[in-house]
């Protein structure tokens, strides 16, 4: 991560402006009679121009690029260009570290070199310079550290990369506020919420007030002796009265948290399945499914928490008021422990927020360690990772075993102390009510009754001392949640353009796509797919054949150019015709939960059992299914566990058959599958494609032999497209790569001799 990023543009008003280059640049650069507030963007590099640890720094204005190399407190110049002299600049990825290279006036040079953790950055840079060669110097200056986990609001780093804003920049009531807002379902609820407690708290504060008229009427009077039966009959009344509403406060209190998790969790799922696919690439499955979930039921548990804690605030209003009313001089002795409390809560709670933080994040981290070995146990079997997995839980969960004891050994040295307090306090009032009760200034029965409120006070008192920390936790968790339900979802424009009958031809017009902006890996692509015309798109690993489906299906836009179904801009359409338009076989064909017959109509749910048949025999699958003894209503797991990979894929194959799309995308069909189930697939294939216009990506170039067109991807960029024959003819890319791979497979056949 890059030391300092400055950009006196900043579009972006959180970032601070105070970060510059080292003194000694900004100094050389105002003898070379620039001006520093130029700078439009300053990067570190961790490595010298000789390889080893140093410092250099990469600084651009408007005009000119610098490269210095700092060193002993001085900045020496090692490069100068004007940027209209710079053609193109790339990064490269060598071994242990990458350098940066730009052509000026055709000629190429490596302006620095740094370690791999800053590819991103300095590709950002890259990416500017060859663009700004392009389009001119009004080409937007990237931030190359926006990747970075900075809180949003003070740009300090975060810990918890799960969240955008760190917990001291929370803003506590517009987030208490959208709770609330939230919670406007159950406003009937939570009145009677309150109304129970408050009638809990009367009912609360009736005992001691009958224990001073037992003492002082009943039993050192002289009564008739049924008035000793009423106050003891009226004191189990209460009792019974107390428990009936502490009953019903449970009852309520459950039923509001648990119910508003729910639909919490509801929201977020109904939230989390409109979000655009490149979310689903930043986050991990596992992150994602511990915040629904988990935090959610942690949430439930804290509404409880906060029902006690207005009970507790409720009491000590309540007692604090008749304790004084009672009397008054003892009243003031009642508040001297107070402050020391509230004082040594307030230090606690600075000493032990960050332990508290740190405990959170590690329990966090472990939770989302879990899901992701549970998500991925298949690749950590199948690469034999066990041990390196039970390494890294082993490690999370004693970095959570360390915060979670920090952080309850913190509580148990600082709870005696309070209690200390409270008790000493209680001390007090025995000498100063002994006093006065035997100074005849209040009676035994008013002592004893204060002596039992103030029971009652400290307890509540003390409890409050945590309300700050359960709060906190309480604000990060919904915070967590609501920067999920801020995520801007994929959205249709306001009227998207109605196709009804969709005919299936696609144009590419300038297509350049980056899942990073600044890193394009589809480049200038036109391409006119015509309608039921099969295509094939091959290349190189990494090529971009995937991601050019993944436009199509509209899973990314466009960084620039577009992309047309019928002449009309995808970004025009309704996404979710542009999808029932499309079907998909891909290499890893997933299965979900369910009977066989459910997985062929996923996505046609309404299909007769005639036609999920009719579509299982055109898939070559109807014979192996028939061979289950469920048959199709065997139920197969997530994965599909139990088929083989060729009937799964011919299940899938079945489903796009049964969907009956117009566009049908066949990523890598066939690759992972003996010939004959290759046949077999093949077969099912040729049935599907039939009037559809295909996009097929494979592996095995032989099957795409039959295919109208091949178009041949290298970088991102469209390197050859026509007819297979005559590609092979042409000798080109196509007969290299076909070349290529009938080698390998002389090799592979050799070796298996
Ligand atoms: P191909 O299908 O030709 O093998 P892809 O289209 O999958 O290539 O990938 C093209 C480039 O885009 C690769 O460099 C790959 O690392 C990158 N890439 C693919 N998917 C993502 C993603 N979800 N996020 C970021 N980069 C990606």
Redesign the pocket.
């Given at each position: 991560m890059p030391d300092r990023v400055v950009r006196s543009a900043a579009p972006d008003p959180v970032v601070p402006d105070s970060s510059a280059p080292p003194q000694p640049i900004v100094d050389a650069l105002r003898n070379l009679g620039k001006d520093p507030s130029g700078i439009r963007l300053a990067l570190r590099s961790d490595l010298s121009p000789d390889g080893t640890f140093g410092e250099q720094w990469l600084v651009l204005d408007d005009a000119d690029l610098w490269v210095w190399e700092r060193s002993n407190g001085s900045a020496q110049l090692r490069y100068n260009y004007s940027l209209d002299a710079i053609r193109d600049a790339k990064v490269e990825r060598c071994v242990g570290n990458g350098l940066i290279q730009v052509a000026v006036d055709e000629e190429p040079r490596v302006l620095m070199h740094f370690s791999n953790e800053l590819i991103d950055q300095f590709g950002r840079v890259a990416f500017y310079l060859h663009e700004r060669a392009e389009e001119g110097p009004d080409t937007p200056v990237p931030d190359p550290d926006a990747d970075a986990h900075r809180c949003r609001v003070c740009r300090q780093p975060l810990l918890d990369r799960s969240i955008k804003v760190c917990p001291r920049c929370i803003q506590r009531g517009r987030l208490m506020r959208r709770l609330l807002g939230l919670a406007r379902p159950y406003r009937g609820r939570m009145v009677a919420i309150v109304a129970l407690l408050l009638a809990g708290v009367l009912v609360d504060l009736l005992p001691p007030y009958l224990t001073r008229v037992l003492i002082d009427d009943v039993l050192r009077g002289d009564p008739p002796r049924h008035m000793l039966v009423t106050l003891v009959g009226g004191l189990l009344v209460i009792q019974i009265v107390r428990v009936g509403i502490t009953l019903l406060t449970n009852w309520q209190t459950i039923n509001l948290s648990t119910r508003f998790t729910s639909s919490l969790r509801d929201a977020l799922f109904a939230h989390l399945k409109r979000l655009p696919?490149?979310y689903f690439?930043?986050n991990q499955i596992g992150r994602l499914m511990t915040r629904i979930n988990q935090d959610t039921g942690e949430l439930q548990g804290l509404i409880s928490q906060m029902t006690t804690f207005a009970l507790n605030i409720l009491l000590v209003v309540g007692i604090g008021a008749v304790l004084f009313s009672m009397a008054p001089s003892l009243g003031l002795y009642v508040l001297i422990p107070t402050p020391l409390v509230l004082a040594a809560a307030f230090f606690y709670y600075r000493y032990m927020r960050p332990h508290f933080e740190r405990f959170w994040i590690a329990r966090w981290r472990l939770n989302a360690t879990l899901n992701t070995f549970l998500s991925g146990v298949r690749v950590v079997k199948a690469f034999a990772q066990e041990e390196q997995e039970q390494d890294r839980y082993h490690r999370r969960n004693h970095q959570m075993l360390a915060s979670r004891l920090q952080v309850d050994l913190a509580w148990s040295r600082f709870f005696p102390l309070v209690s200390f307090a409270f008790n000493a306090g209680g001390l007090i009032i025995w000498y100063a009510g002994g006093s006065a009760v035997l100074d005849d200034r209040i009676t035994l029965g008013t002592l004893m009754a204060f002596l039992s409120y103030l029971g009652m006070f400290y307890g509540p008192m003390s409890n409050l001392t945590h309300i700050s920390q359960t709060l906190n936790q309480f604000l990060t968790i919904s915070q967590r949640m609501f920067e999920m339900l801020d995520e801007e979802p994929q959205t249709d424009q306001a009227n998207p353009v109605r196709v009804p009958q969709v005919k299936g031809h696609i144009t590419f017009e300038n297509v350049t796509f980056?899942?990073?902006p600044y890193?394009p890996?589809?480049r200038d692509l036109n391409l006119d797919i015509k309608p039921g015309e099969m295509i094939g798109?091959v290349?190189?690993?990494?090529?971009?054949?995937?991601?050019?489906v993944?436009l199509i299906c509209r899973f990314?836009d466009t960084t620039r150019g577009t992309i047309r179904i019928d002449g009309v801009d995808i970004r025009e359409l309704s996404m979710e015709e542009i999808r029932r338009q499309i079907g998909m076989v891909l290499q890893t064909p997933f299965l979900f939960q369910g009977t066989l017959a459910e997985n062929i109509a996923y996505g046609k749910p309404d299909a007769t059992r005639e036609e999920i048949i009719r579509a299982a025999k055109a898939a070559n699958a109807h014979d192996f299914i028939t061979r289950l003894p469920e048959g199709y209503d065997t139920i197969v797991g997530e994965g599909g566990t139990g088929l083989s990979g060729g009937e799964r894929q011919r299940i899938s194959i079945a489903r796009a058959i049964l969907h009956d799309p117009r566009i049908l995308i066949l990523?890598e069909a066939t690759s992972s599958v003996d010939t004959e189930t290759e046949r077999q697939i093949q077969e099912a294939l040729e049935t599907l494609v039939k009037g559809r216009t295909t996009i097929a990506?494979a592996h095995r170039l032989s099957t795409l032999y039959n295919a109208d067109r091949i178009v041949v991807?290298n970088h991102?960029r469209l390197e050859e497209e026509g007819p297979p024959r005559e590609l092979l003819d042409n000798k080109g890319a196509f007969y290299n790569l076909v070349q290529l791979q009938t080698q390998l497979a002389r090799i592979d056949g050799v070796a298996a001799l």
């Open positions: 696919i490149d690439d930043k980056g899942y990073d890193f890996v589809i798109v290349g190189p690993s990494g090529a971009g054949k995937t991601t050019l993944n990314y990523d990506i991807l991102g």
